[in-house]
């Protein structure tokens, strides 16, 4: 096996392998990383039977795998044995990334939510209350695959007021939401009163349906949108025998969100490690400390 960069990748016999894996997710998808990573590289063997895709940073001339914003992790494919990861660890000294198995360094349990049990789904209180409030309010769902609307929907109430919602992340969702488009995978679940006033954006690939993105403006978020979009998307993926995908977040209040729908928690991990020079740790830590001070 040899680590590869993007731009010699044979993308073609990249993106079938992560299709004909069973368990892979559309994250490792080369038109996925090319979009959410500022560098990726991938780590396969030359017939493309197994490999693994490592998005990562450079800083001040100092490499680091990282979990880019929209990705939840990457995905290990096939056995890797640590003989042939040593040349990522060799080049890699800073690893903070997601992955389907614990690869280097320390490895944090992390969770995101799927039903793949849709017979014994249950509606927690609060998301029969906001279904029932948005059927009052006449909110209907119409499931398209353009997702120009409901972008821009995105743009105005998330811009600047979540972390990492910026033009540039917002010019990277964009662009994966055009290459999920061209993949034939996208599928928009709008939410509708005379005109479109927001939605959900989700990716059909793997037999998974993937929520990515979604927003409502403020009075149908309190009208119950969110939970009608999420809910319609998950009656898709039931109707279509896929498993719904959530996402994936670690903050408690999206957690509860999907609980009330009827998620179940399904682990992956993070590895953490930290080889770099004692001036990098050093600089690193006093740019968290302004940081922090500034928030």
């Known amino acids: ?15 079938a392998l992560v299709a004909n894996t069973d368990d892979a997710s559309c994250f490792s998808y080369s038109w996925y990383l090319d979009a959410v990573a500022e560098n990726w590289c991938a780590l396969v063997d ?6 693994v895709a490592l998005p990562y940073t450079k800083r001040v001339g100092i490499e680091q795998l990282y979990s880019p914003i929209f ?29 389907s ?3 280097f360094g320390t490895a944090e349990a992390r969770v995101h939510q799927v039903i793949d049990d849709f017979n014994n789904r249950k509606l927690g209180s609060q998301a029969k209350r906001s279904l029932k409030k948005a059927h009052q309010n006449h909110l209907k769902i119409v499931e398209s695959a353009n997702y120009r609307e409901v972008l821009f929907v995105i743009e105005k109430e998330l811009k600047n007021k979540f972390k990492g919602i ?17 993949a034939g995978g996208i599928r928009v679940f709008s939410v509708e009163n005379q005109s479109v006033l927001g939605g959900i954006v989700c990716f059909e690939f793997n037999n ?25 998307a998950i009656e898709f993926a ?36 930290n ?16 940081t922090r001070r500034k928030s």
């Open 1 to 15: 096996m040899k680590l590869i960069e993007q731009e010699h990748i044979d993308r073609i016999k990249w993106d």
């Open 46 to 51: 030359e017939s493309y039977t197994r490999g």
């Open 71 to 99: 990705g939840r992790h990457i995905d290990v494919i096939g056995a890797i044995t640590n003989k042939e990861l040593s040349c990522v660890e060799d080049r890699f000294k800073i690893m903070e990334f997601a992955c």
């Open 101 to 103: 198995d614990h690869l």
């Open 166 to 182: 910026t033009d540039t992340s917002l010019n990277a969702l964009e662009q994966l939401f055009l290459g999920a488009s061209n």
């Open 208 to 232: 998974k349906l993937l929520y990515v993105k979604g927003a409502v403006d403020a009075e149908s978020r309190s009208n119950g949108a969110m939970y009608l979009a999420l809910n319609a």
């Open 238 to 273: 039931k109707t279509n025998n896929l498993v719904f995908d959530f996402g994936g977040s670690n903050l408690d209040g999206v957690k509860n969100f999907n609980y009330n729908l009827g998620g179940k928690d399904q682990h992956y991990t993070m590895c953490i490690l």
């Open 275 to 290: 080889n770099s020079p004692s001036w990098f740790k050093w600089t690193k830590n006093i740019k968290d400390r302004f």
